[in-house]
T-cell receptor, first 109, second 114 residues
Framework: TQLLEQSPQFLSIQEGENLTVYCNSSSVFSSLQWYRQEPGEGPVLLVTVVTGGEVKKLKRLTFQFGDARKDSSLHITAAQPGDTGLYLCAGGSQGNLIFGKGTKLSVKP | GAGVSQSPSNKVTEKGKDVELRCDPISGHTALYWYRQSLGQGLEFLIYFQGNSAPDKSGLPSDRFSAERTGGSVSTLTIQRTQQEDSAVYLC????????????FGPGTRLTVL
């Protein structure tokens, strides 16, 4: 069974701080996606990474796919209250898209 | 609007009753997915429709759960003889093609079984 483990499960920081959240698996994925979900809404895709070692930047967010395509990280620089939400990683392979349990981020002003 | 819509937004039912949850995907999206999200948990895959192919039902937790997709568009998730452990948010998503494409999610239906 393919599993994606995300850490930390919860993270509470002050505005302006930097943070990194992780998504790890013992399985290889053909692609990995990061979503952000706000309360009462469905997840919204932030990025898809497909190549081992790939780094993508989205404003203050930097996403990295591990060389072996088993893990990924999301780094946020100078976090803002608007970054608050549940960050989910999802791995694609043959068949299903498998989601991790998410990291719940709270950024306090 | 042009996004994925789901109805109802909230559903409260009594244990043992049947419920139907509806999903209207984005027009032209050939793939449709149902997920379940329990409090504090990630998304649990339930079922996946792709075009006219037989659906992937491998995530359905029991035979009380079933889903249909009529005319390649609207989908209905049915839960028979609901149990308290069925309480969760049920999310629907659609995409242009297969698993690797961006999935667009609806706002979900929050199901509470008393």
């Amino acid at each position: 069974t393919q599993l994606l483990e995300q850490s930390p499960q919860f993270l509470s920081i002050q505005e302006g701080e930097n943070l990194t959240v992780y998504c790890n698996s013992s399985s290889v994925f053909s692609s990995l996606q990061w979503y952000r979900q706000e309360p009462g809404e469905g997840p919204v895709l932030l990025v898809t990474v497909v190549t081992g070692g790939e780094v993508k930047k989205l404003k203050r967010l930097t996403f990295q796919f591990g060389d072996a395509r088993k893990d990924s990280s999301l780094h946020i620089t100078a976090a803002q209250p608007g970054d608050t939400g549940l960050y989910l990683c999802a791995g694609g392979s043959q068949g299903n898209l498998i989601f991790g349990k998410g990291t719940k981020l709270s950024v306090k002003p | 609007g042009a996004g994925v819509s789901q109805s109802p937004s909230n559903k409260v039912t009594e244990k043992g009753k049947d419920v139907e949850l509806r999903c209207d995907p984005i027009s032209g999206h050939t793939a449709l997915y149902w997920y379940r999200q329990s409090l504090g948990q990630g998304l649990e895959f339930l079922i996946y429709f792709q075009g006219n192919s037989a659906p992937d039902k491998s995530g359905l937790p029991s035979d009380r759960f079933s889903a249909e997709r009529t005319g390649g568009s609207v989908s209905t998730l049915t839960i028979q003889r609901t149990q308290q452990e069925d309480s969760a948010v049920y999310l629907c998503a659609s995409s242009l093609a297969g698993i690797s494409n961006e999935q667009f999610f609806g706002p979900g239906t929050r199901l509470t079984v008393l």
